[in-house]
């Protein structure tokens, strides 16, 4: 074998090493793609799922009833303040919150009370039954945990009509609901005297620009003397 020809052997040898290195390259690198791509997918359902809807429209729930009939909670402009109550029929810490349901005069929560359980696929109805009372407005529905994101059970939030989610939280009795309430209605008034100020100081500013004062005659329309014909 003359060395011409071993050159070419150790050349093709050489070769053939590194398309192999390339292959396994390549294959590590679709392979990192892949998990990246699983994890960005992950991290979005998670990052949807662990932000909670403020502000903006509510998508009316749509669920069945205990008597399986199919029922929709309004919750648009022309809804009253509504608190949902996300409770479970397997959620231990839920079971004062379904005793205090069957005296409906102690609660004095001063809003619409819908409870929301998950679907018939996912809960008890024979342990449903029991534990809500005939008087209180119940809605099985998988698909509104989904929408309002709730973590876990107990889970409450206040809906204003027009006005979205008001607040939200996690409580095992109804006197801290009670105080939740107060809390979320204070917040909101609280957000709205803000946001009238800012709105008044934006038009101050840009009157100010057009060169109109406070006291300017423009803004007091019925003082101009009249004109004489």
Request: overall charge negative; glycine content about 10%; aromatic content about 4%.
């Amino acid at each position: 074998m003359t060395a011409s020809t071993i050159a070419i052997l150790v050349e093709g040898a050489v070769l053939v090493v590194a398309a192999l290195f390339i292959v396994a390259l390549l294959r590590s690198h679709a392979e990192i793609l892949r998990r990246l791509g699983a994890l960005e997918g992950r991290g979005t359902v998670a990052g949807a799922a662990a932000s909670a809807p403020a502000g903006g429209p509510v998508r009316d729930i749509v669920g069945q009833t205990l008597d399986g009939d199919a029922v929709k909670i309004a919750l648009g402009a022309a809804s009253p303040t509504t608190l949902l109550a996300f409770l479970s029929s397997g959620c231990t810490a839920c079971e004062p919150l379904w005793s205090g349901l069957h005296e409906p005069a102690e609660l004095r929560l001063d809003a619409r009370l819908v409870v929301v359980t998950k679907g018939p696929e996912r809960e008890r109805l024979a342990r449903l039954l029991e534990l809500a009372p005939r008087g209180v407005e119940l809605v099985m529905s998988t698909e509104a945990w989904e929408e309002m994101a709730v973590p876990a059970t107990p889970h409450f939030v206040l809906v204003g009509g027009g006005e979205g989610v008001i607040g939200r939280g996690s409580a095992g009795s109804w006197e801290q609901i009670t105080a939740l309430l107060r809390d979320a209605r204070d917040d909101s008034a609280l957000h709205g005297a803000r946001t009238t100020a800012e709105r008044a100081a934006r038009a101050d500013r840009a009157l100010a620009v057009s060169g109109i004062a406070a006291g300017h005659p423009s803004l007091y329309p019925s003082r101009q003397p009249e004109e004489r014909p």
